[in-house]
């Protein structure tokens, strides 16, 4: 069982990403933004049905509402970085 | 000549004897031995092979051959009763070699019971008494001379055998000889104790002295490796660096994983002592045996005692699978029935599970590998599945009058849980190529009429004016509009006409199926969430179900289904209920964004490896983050 917390979930590196949570350290400063957006897909799964619209809380481009491509977009947002920094 | 009362701690076979370790009532270890003649069966090829055969066994000073008339070869054709060579060996020694010579020999068509253990051959047709039972036992000196059981089957406790659990960790956190022991960590009872020294001998020394000083009857290996592999490495570490490691007398060893991948993890020790009974084995075996391994042993127990011989794996292998025309194939191979859900915001549903549905239509038809298309008498599927059927049911009465606090109650739920795994895999292995037995015509049987119920529900459920807004298997979810009308005139006929019980899972005041993520007009199974007339959330599918979302959101999710469904009906939800679940959404956003209020461990998000990090190919951030942590170190290697 491995615990962490998101720090930078934008962050060029994977490793940089997250940080483990070790049983002495105390909680480092999280990724406002990823947690923000963790709060959103769970408010989307309750409240979608009845009309529930995410950007008007997101910075996100409007998507329609949905989650459709957006897992989508970030692998491919997140393979670019990745090329970016093997380059580098 | 001495006689107690204890429980059969295990047993195993040595050379001429069986070995049994029996626990006293009075906590002391009895070992005691009997006397083993391993043996098999032979079918020759004809009656002139079999005279033959016989004369030349008979010369055999080691070997014991008596004809047996009426025996039972093939499970499918009960008509078919053989004479059969029994040949019994004086010694486990010439075992092997006599079944090699035989296996290959012109004049023998089949050999039977060569498949079974040892052991098993032992608890099967001498014992006949299942591990960790209780039972009165009469020896002299360390002679067995009679072993009766006591009845201890409606007893929720477990036996008492004591248990020490212990965890190794080595420098470099595999476990390879090279690799010393840094630190043994031990638990027995409430008392943890840590090894932890510069020199590797004393904490061999201390771990010893601590194993000899509690003198537990089973050892539990903590950790990701499994039991053996554990104790092999300690041995082979002990000798090693000349240290002459002894761990006392015979104990059972099992594995406990942090991954809860064991079947001790997943079923508790209650549940585990439930496995050795149904299987018929001795515990340690019980705690690593697949469930297909676990019911071909108890499948072959039973049959054993109804005059049957156990044919090897490669000579069932036929009963599998018959020859079938496509179109036919197609017609039966098929799972349950599920009925879509109507996706949406529903008020008073009733959700309604079928109790055992699938055990109880095994019995109510008698249903088994060898009676699908016609055979009359009871099956051994069904015999097996009614005992085990009644067995839960009286434990999960039992449970409700236990209070949820006691140890009791605990080894309840577990034996509950294993007894429930074993009818549910009894059913799956029916048509499993892994089942000696294994019919696919009755698996598909069993399907079929599980899904003829279903049918007959959705007819009679609208017959009698509801809605049934969603079915899988052996569960329905039904509505009224009529509020005045009360359900039980539905669940009356309902388990009157299909001759099975139902009871009432949970009766939602609001219920919301959900659609498919990335298509919202595609229904989902399994994803919905409720919250019935006792004001308790159903969930299934959704954040707060799932292990890998930190506490903050999962409260957070559990604050906003409250604060949608605090509504006297829909229409209010739709109104009142969304406006407040919006403000709940802006404020969780503004604790996240100024962490005021927030817990060190709100935040914290928790995976399970599921392999070594090395074997990942991608960065998920779980294995960067195990990279990164002390825990789990990327080895180089």
């Not at chain 2, 009997?34 to 005279?51: I, K, M």
């Not at chain 2, 023998?108 to 591990?131: A, G, M, S, W």
Request: negative net charge.
């Amino acid at each position: 069982m491995i615990e962490y917390i998101y720090t930078d979930s934008k962050h060029n590196n994977p490793l940089c990403r997250v940080v483990p949570i070790e049983n002495t350290q105390s909680l480092p400063r999280y990724d406002k933004e990823k947690y923000k957006e963790m709060i959103l897909d769970a408010a989307e799964t309750v409240l979608g049905l009845l009309g529930f619209d995410r950007t008007a809380y997101s910075n996100l481009k409007r998507n329609n509402g949905r989650r459709k491509w957006r897992w989508y977009e970030e692998l491919r947002e997140q393979r670019v970085r990745d090329i970016e920094t093997e380059m580098f | 000549m001495t006689s107690c009362i204890g429980w059969l701690l295990d047993v195993s076979i040595d050379k001429d004897h069986a070995n049994l370790l029996v626990k006293t009532e009075d906590g002391q270890i009895l070992k005691l031995r009997d006397s083993y003649h391993p043996g098999f069966y032979v079918l020759p090829r004809n009656e002139v092979d079999a005279l033959h055969l016989f004369q030349i066994l008979s010369r055999e000073e080691e070997i014991a051959v008596r004809w047996e008339e009426n025996k039972f070869t093939n499970l499918f054709d009960s008509n078919e009763q053989r004479k059969l060579i029994h040949v019994q060996l004086r010694s486990l020694r010439y075992y092997q070699p006599l079944l090699k010579r035989l296996e290959n020999h012109f004049e023998v068509n089949q050999l039977f019971n060569t498949d079974l253990l040892h052991v098993q051959q032992y608890l099967f047709t001498k014992l006949r008494i299942e591990p960790t039972s209780k039972m009165k036992v009469e020896y002299d000196g360390s002679k067995m001379l009679e072993i009766v059981k006591v009845d201890d089957e409606d007893d929720v406790n477990s036996p008492p055998f004591s248990l020490l659990y212990f965890d190794l960790h080595t420098y470099s956190g595999i476990l390879a000889s090279d690799d010393a022991i840094r630190v043994i960590k031990v638990r027995y009872e409430q008392n943890e104790v840590v090894f932890d020294n510069n020199e590797e001998k004393i904490i061999l020394q201390q771990f010893s002295d601590y194993v000899h000083e509690k003198n537990p009857d089973i050892i539990v290996c903590m950790g990701d490796y499994d039991n053996g592999k554990v104790l092999r490495y300690l041995f082979a570490r002990a000798e090693k660096i000349g240290f002459d490691l002894q761990l006392g007398r015979g104990r059972i060893c099992i594995s406990s994983s942090y991954r809860r991948s064991t079947y001790f993890d997943q079923f508790g020790f209650a549940g585990l002592i439930e496995r050795a009974r149904f299987g018929f084995l001795p515990l340690g075996m019980a705690a690593k045996y697949s469930i297909t391994r676990l019911i071909d042993s108890r499948n072959c127990f039973e049959l054993i005692q109804r005059g049957f011989v156990i044919p090897s794996r490669t000579h069932s292998i036929d009963n599998h699978e018959h020859i079938r025309t496509v179109e036919q194939i197609v017609s039966g191979d098929k799972g349950g029935m599920i009925i879509s859900p109507q996706i949406g915001l529903h008020e008073d549903v009733l959700a309604l599970d079928y109790d055992n549905e699938y055990a109880n239509l095994i019995v109510n038809h008698n249903l088994s590998y060898e009676t699908v298309g016609g055979e009359a008498s009871k099956g051994l599927l069904p015999s097996i599945v009614e005992r085990f059927l009644k067995r839960r049911l009286y434990f999960k009465m039992l449970q409700k009058e236990l209070p949820r606090d006691s140890t009791e109650y605990v080894y309840c739920e577990q034996r509950v849980n294993l007894l429930k795994n074993i009818l549910v895999c009894l059913y799956g292995s029916t048509g499993s190529l892994w089942n000696r037995y294994g019919n696919v015509l009755a698996f598909e049987e069993i399907n079929r009429l599980s899904r003829e119920v279903l049918i007959k529900t959705k007819d009679i459920v609208q017959q009698l004016g509801y809605d049934l807004v969603y079915a899988d298997t052996d569960s329905v979810f039904i509505k009224t509009t009529n509020s005045a009308r009360d359900y039980n005139d539905v669940i009356y006929t309902l388990s009157k006409e299909t001759g099975l019980s139902l009871s009432v899972d949970y009766h939602y005041k609001f219920l919301v199926l959900l659609p498919l993520e990335a298509d919202e007009k595609i229904e989902v199974l399994k994803h919905y969430f409720g919250i019935t007339f006792d004001n308790e959330l159903v969930v299934r599918g959704i954040e707060i179900r799932r292990h890998d979302i930190p506490a903050f959101i999962k409260r957070f999710q559990t604050q906003l289904l409250y604060a949608l469904f605090d509504c006297k009906d829909s229409s209010e939800i739709l109104t009142e209920g969304y406006e407040n679940a919006l403000l709940l959404v802006t404020q969780a956003i503004d604790t996240i964004m100024t962490g005021e209020g927030l817990d060190d461990k709100d935040l914290i998000i928790s995976k399970l490896l599921r392999q070594d990090i090395q074997k990942y190919r991608s960065l998920f951030p779980h294995v960067s983050a195990a990279i990164q942590s002390r825990k789990h170190p990327l080895k180089v290697t």
